[in-house]
Every structure is written in C-alpha cells, then in structure tokens.
C-alpha cells in the first residue's frame, strides 16, 4: 500500500520567491527520477512566519527514494538550491522527518 510521508526543511531568509521560481521551473529529468523512484503526489508549503518548508509525498511500495542521491539530476538539484536552503555537512538539504499523530480520509 502506498504510504505518504512528510518531512521539514528550512529556506533562507528573503529566498521564497526564488524557491517557488525554482520549483515552477523544475527540471523535467528531475520529475522524471521522483517518479521512477516511484514518489507521487509531491507538494511543498511555506510558512512564511518561520521560513519552514513542509514538504508531503506519496511513495510506491517498492519505491527506490534511497538511491534519489545517486541520481545525476537529484545531485545536481541538490547543489542549484544550496544557496537558498540550510544544509548539513553531507551538501543535502537539512531534512527533518515529521510524525503522523492524525489523518483523516
């Protein structure tokens, strides 16, 4: 059964116009990966008060999103937002997995 995940990451100060520019733009081979990586369903939102992105998908069962970091235009994706995005030590973007406590269908 398909399962959606969520996740935390931190924008830059004054760089949201940028990120949404960037996303509205994003690169066709990159979708492509997230979707061989068998991710769907892929949104991102902004509270603007913190500079927090909220990020949720929907990934396959058999999904292969642990190899996204090996792919060509995930890293390449990776390094063209480094400069409007917190980052750890590794040069991806600081991920904080969040926790369901509630969903209703």
Do not use: C
């Amino acid at each position: 059964m398909p399962e959606r995940i969520a996740f935390r990451m931190i924008l830059n100060p004054g760089q949201a116009a940028e990120y949404k520019k960037r996303h509205d733009e994003i690169w066709p081979e990159l979708s492509q990966a997230l979707r061989d990586a068998g991710v769907s369903d892929y949104s991102i939102w902004l509270d603007e008060e913190t500079n927090h992105l909220f990020a949720t998908l929907v990934r396959a069962d058999d999904h292969s999103m642990d190899a996204l970091p090996q792919t060509d235009a995930n890293r390449r994706w990776w390094d063209f937002m480094a400069d409007i995005m917190q980052y750890n030590d590794r040069g991806e973007p600081h991920v904080v997995p969040l926790k369901p406590v509630f969903h209703m269908a």
